[in-house]
Each structure stands twice: as structure tokens, then as C-alpha cells.
Nanobody, 126 residues
Framework: QVQLVESGGGLVQAGGSLRLSCVAS????????MGWFRQAPGKEREFVAA????????YYADSVKGRGTISRDNAKSTVYLQMNSLKPEDTAVYYC???????????????????WGQGTQVTVSS
């Protein structure tokens, strides 16, 4: 079955950086677009970034533009999210997700993704 396993979260001071990783198995990774979402306590899950199947297109939430970079290594079935200049409001559980049929605005919608990881906690202290 499809599994997405995130790692790389942790506690970091404001202004610091983290690199999240998500390793996929049970699917043909290069056939799937990948996304990162996050959910803070008491808030809805929100879009962070997404990348097309071969990495030619990337998409970012306004809140992370200029601070976040999504990338993928299809040979390693892994998607990454590099986050710099972290802020306390970036504190959340970060999830990776995948889907084979995304296009246009669907990249931004959590309900369009079929597979999800279990999440990794990112905590940014002020």
C-alpha cells in the first residue's frame, strides 16, 4: 500500500531553518504530484507548497513565498520542504500528500490529494 513518511521536524528558534523530508513507497513516485500542508492547533489544514510530477512546476502559499522551497528527488522517491526564516506562526504539524491527477488550482486543495503521511511536528520558539 501507499505510504508517505515525513521526517525532519523539531524545535527551532525563530529565524532558523528546517528541512522536511517525505519518503514515498507503494507508488510510482514520478507519476505523482506532491504537496505539503500544515495544521496548527485549532486551525484548519492549510496548503504550504506543491510540486508537479517531474518538478517543473512549483506552487507556494503566500505565507511561505520567499522562505520555503519545495523540491523532489524522483530517484529517491522523496520530496523536500526547506523552510528558512521560520516564524512562531509556522508552528504546526506538517503533512506531505500525493495525487496522480492534479492540475492548476487543485494543487492548493487538500481534498484533491489521495494519500497522506502521518505528519511531523514543527515548533518555532520566539
Amino acid at each position: 500500500q501507499v505510504q508517505l513518511v515525513e521526517s525532519g521536524g523539531g524545535l527551532v528558534q525563530a529565524g532558523g531553518s528546517l528541512r522536511l523530508s517525505c519518503v514515498a513507497s507503494g507508488l510510482t513516485f514520478s507519476s505523482y504530484a506532491m504537496g505539503w500542508f500544515r495544521q496548527a492547533p485549532g486551525k484548519e489544514r492549510e496548503f504550504v507548497a506543491a510540486i508537479s510530477r517531474i518538478g517543473g512546476s512549483t506552487y507556494y502559499a503566500d505565507s511561505v513565498k520567499g522562505r520555503g522551497t519545495i523540491s523532489r528527488d524522483n530517484a529517491k522517491s522523496t520530496v523536500y520542504l526547506q523552510m528558512n526564516s521560520l516564524k512562531p506562526e509556522d508552528t504546526a504539524v506538517y503533512y506531505c500528500a500525493s495525487d496522480a491527477f492534479l492540475s492548476g488550482s487543485y494543487y492548493y486543495r487538500a481534498d484533491r490529494y489521495d494519500y497522506w503521511g502521518q505528519g511531523t511536528q514543527v515548533t518555532v520558539s520566539s
